[in-house]
């Protein structure tokens, strides 16, 4: 069985750091990628940025290029989204989701994948950046 679980969120104020953790389980990172995204009240989801480990291709949101960077660490068959020099904007629950072929051929083009090619989704972690 599929899973995702993501963890890691918080209160933090602006200009802090926070790590979030994506633990997969039932499948290997190598056959699937993994991406971040996030949704703040009243607002559509979005996505923040995706990796994949089968060629190390990485995809982030203009909103977020030079502040958050994604990792992966196959032998905890986990993936991390390092946010630093938060802002309140950043505030929303953020999810993490795994897709195969499309989302994994997006990246390759270091194109963003629409949310409907992932097809597994984890519950959300808060994240809060205020004062």
């Known amino acids: 069985e599929v899973q995702l679980q993501a963890s890691g969120g918080g209160l933090v104020q602006p200009g802090g750091s926070l790590r979030l953790s994506c633990a997969a ?18 607002k559509e989801r979005e ?6 480990s089968s060629d190390g291709s990485r ?24 946010m630093n020099s938060l802002k309140p904007e950043d505030t929303a629950v953020y ?15 270091r194109t963003e994948a629409p949310a409907h090619d992932y097809h597994y989704w984890g519950q959300g972690t808060q994240v809060t950046v205020s004062s």
């Open 47 to 52: 996505g923040v940025s995706a990796i994949s």
């Open 25 to 42: 389980s039932g499948f290997s990172l190598d056959d699937k990628a993994i991406g971040w995204f996030r949704q703040a009240p009243g």
């Open 59 to 82: 995809w982030y949101a203009d909103t977020v290029k030079g502040r958050f960077t994604i990792s992966a660490d196959a032998s905890k068959n986990t993936v991390y989204l390092q």
């Open 95 to 109: 999810y993490c989701a795994a897709g195969g072929y499309w989302v994994q051929s997006a990246l390759a083009r």
